[in-house]
Each structure stands twice: as C-alpha cells, then as structure tokens.
C-alpha cells in the first residue's frame, strides 16, 4: 500500500550542483503535482502533469525542470542549485477530475549550502 | 540572505474541547475545497472536502462549513485529543482550471494540552 513514493528524505547540496527529486506512484494516477513549501508557508505548485508525457509550469517554476515518461514516475530536476531552493518538496497525485483529492508524498528536505 | 519564515497562526485548545480552525479563500470562482492535515515530518494528509453547492459537510469527528458569501471556510474537530496535534491547511480549486491545480492557505497549527 505504498501510495506516492519520494526518495531521497534529506540531501545537502553545494550551490550549483544538481540533482534529481524522484517520485512515484502506484495508484495509475493521471495527475501528479511538484510542490515547494518553506518555513511557515502554504505549498506552492512547482509544476504539474496531466498524463505521461504532458507537463506544465505552476506558480513558481523557475529554476526547475519535470519530465512525465510514464504514469507512475515524475522527477523534479535541479539544475544549478541555489540556497533559495532551501525547501521542503512534496510531490502529490490524484485520480481524475471528479474529485481533486491530491495525495502526497512524505516529502524530500532539501538545504542548499 | 536566509529568509525567514513567517509565524504561524496558532490555536490551543485542552484535550476534549472542540476546536474551530478558520481560512479565508480568495477566489470567488472555487468550487471546491479541502481541509489537509499536516503532522511534523510527514506529508498534507486528506480530511474532509466540500463542493461549493453545499454548507455543510461531516465526517467522523471534523465538520466542514462554507459561506461563500464572506468566503470563508471552517473545520470543526469535536472532543479534541492530543494525536490532532498539526498544522491544518485549507485548500481550494475552481473546477475550471486546468490541470486541477490547488491554491493552499498558509495554515493553521493547532496545539492539543492534555
């Protein structure tokens, strides 16, 4: 029962190193959502993808890049790490579009030093 | 520099007290909203939902209330116990939008003493 699935739960990066966020799900959800949140914030949607092959910007895109090749997987690339990009991610899912109950992932905290 | 995080808004209550937690949505399109439970460490966890063509909506201890004359939004959690103990965000959606995309409160963490 494993749901939304993200590795890795912590990781230190140095400023301009890269790195991917990896997330999957096992409930042949079509929806799948990036998200940021910092210190005492609500979540910011980083980007989002409505099937495998189509993604699209959220609120707060810059500075990252997505990919959808199959429906379970959605990694969340870092391409030049920037201490702005300190932050708790959570990546989500969700069915279709009756409901949108997202379901989330326990979430990866990344510090970039 | 290192930015600094804003403070919460906070609510404590004594064990077995009702708590009512409260968000503001700010777009008068949304059709439906969702209460999340947020527990330190862990992902927003579901809790109740509501479409905009109902006031009122229970379930098992929490109860959602929508005026969407002030667009305002409510969760009440009867006889509160100490594993309630979160931040509790709102969140709403315009069933309109592509993507299905939420917009999230800032939160509300609630404090349980026992």
């Known amino acids: 029962n494993a749901g939304v699935t993200q590795t890795p739960k912590f990781r230190i990066l140095k400023i301009g190193q890269s790195m991917t966020l990896q997330c999957t799900q096992d409930m042949n959800h079509n929806y799948m959502y990036w998200y940021r949140q910092d210190p005492g914030m609500g979540l910011k949607l980083i980007y989002y993808?409505?099937?495998?092959?189509?993604?699209d910007k959220g609120e707060v895109p810059n500075g990252y890049n997505v990919s959808r090749s199959t429906t379970e997987d959605f990694p969340l690339r870092l391409e030049l790490a920037a201490p702005s990009q300190t932050s708790v991610y959570f990546c989500a899912s969700r069915q279709g579009v009756a409901k949108n109950i997202q379901y989330f992932g326990a979430g990866t905290r990344l510090s970039v030093l | 520099g290192e930015s600094v995080g804003l403070h919460l808004p906070t609510l404590s209550v004594q064990e077995g007290d009702n708590s009512i937690i409260n968000c503001a949505y700010s777009?008068?399109?949304?059709?439906?909203f969702i209460w999340y439970k947020q527990e330190s460490g862990k992902g927003p966890q579901f809790i109740i939902d509501i479409r905009s063509n109902m006031d009122k909506r229970q379930g098992q201890r929490v109860t959602v209330l929508l005026n969407k004359t002030v667009k305002h939004l409510s969760l009440q959690i009867a006889a509160t116990q100490p594993g309630d103990s979160a931040v509790y965000f709102c969140?709403?959606?315009?069933?309109?939008?592509?993507?299905?995309?939420?917009?999230f409160g800032q939160g509300t963490e609630l404090s349980v003493k026992p």
């Open positions: 777009n008068s399109a949304s059709d439906y």
């Open positions: 969140a709403e959606n315009n069933s309109g939008n592509q993507g299905g995309k939420l917009i």
């Open positions: 993808s409505v099937g495998a092959g189509i993604t």
